[in-house]
């Protein structure tokens, strides 16, 4: 069993079982583009790729995790394991827009993926609006939109929906979840950090994956989420370990601490401790409902 340092152990995960995992596949993908896997990506690829009755033993996976932990990787290295252990597979990302999906593949993966053992292999399309990385086994990689037709048609094996805080309605899961229904290995991760309160379906899924996770399900949905509890002190560096399973690997706390002198308080929160804005302060952001409820005389 694969575990992160106990100081960063998620508040929600589900736990890994006897099944067989296909995590050791994706590690060596991994490898060979180049990239060393951390505790806290094993410890997910180990759940999320575990097999059961010849099919995958989670259909939904989430991970939530602070802002630059490493999610950007794991996905590169879920991808690619997909597209090379299943020949023939449609996957599909989305980003929090269509430009930032296209940048992370032409500027971000493409480099790395064409300079590695596998780039013979694989073959890039430029085209605007229909980018594409292929596989010589038929595997394809391609932008998902959040259009209601995005993904009708055609087959989908993986949609990774990344960054998913951005949607406000379940357009982006509607137009790929039923592309799936006749792949038996079809996986569908959303990945985010916290969102706002505009976020609802990433709050309802991620809401969904904690109570799988606390009930013990070992099927159909698995969840992973780093974060802080609300009346930890987001000043303390014990805080910070506690809920950033990169720090000290991708990020030091001297960054960290000077981030947060710069930062709003409300932001830095959400995206260095994974901390859901307070509902009961939503929409007083001018003023604060205690100092409104006191001009208007109101003690209630």
Not at 269 to 279: F, K
């Amino acid at each position: 069993m694969v575990t992160v340092t106990a100081e960063c152990a998620p508040r929600w995960a589900t736990q890994r079982s006897r099944r067989r995992t296909l995590a050791p596949q994706a590690a060596s993908v991994a490898r060979k583009l180049g990239l060393n896997l951390l505790p806290w990506q094993r410890m997910v690829l180990s759940v999320a790729l575990e097999r059961a009755r010849g099919r995958p033993a989670y259909r939904d996976v989430i991970v939530s995790v602070p802002r630059q932990s490493g999610k950007s990787t794991t996905v590169l290295a879920l991808i690619v394991w997909r597209m090379t252990e299943f020949p023939g597979s449609r996957v599909m990302y989305g980003a929090q827009t269509r430009t930032a999906a296209r940048l992370k593949m032409l500027e971000s993966w493409w480099p790395r993926l064409v300079s590695s053992p596998l780039g013979a292999d694989l073959r890039l399309f430029r085209g605007f609006g229909n980018e594409t990385i292929s596989h010589a086994n038929g595997s394809v990689l391609q932008l998902l939109s959040a259009s209601e037709s995005a993904g009708h048609g055609e087959t989908v094996d993986l949609a990774v929906i990344d960054e998913a805080w951005v949607h406000r309605d379940a357009h982006v899961e509607q137009a790929v979840r039923p592309a799936m229904v006749t792949r038996k290995d079809a996986q569908l991760w959303a990945l985010s950090t916290a969102g706002t309160w505009r976020s609802e379906w990433w709050k309802g899924k991620l809401d969904a994956g904690r109570a799988a996770a606390e009930m013990g399900v070992d099927a159909g949905v698995c969840c992973f989420d780093w974060s802080a509890p609300a009346d930890a002190n987001p000043a303390d560096p014990a805080t910070w370990r506690a809920c950033m399973p990169a720090l000290g690997r991708l990020a030091d706390e001297k960054t960290v601490r000077a981030d947060l002198a710069a930062m709003g308080l409300e932001e830095f929160r959400r995206a260095y401790l994974n901390q859901w804005p307070d509902p009961a302060r939503q929409g007083w952001k001018v003023f604060a409902r205690e100092a409104w409820a006191r001009a208007r005389g109101d003690d209630s």
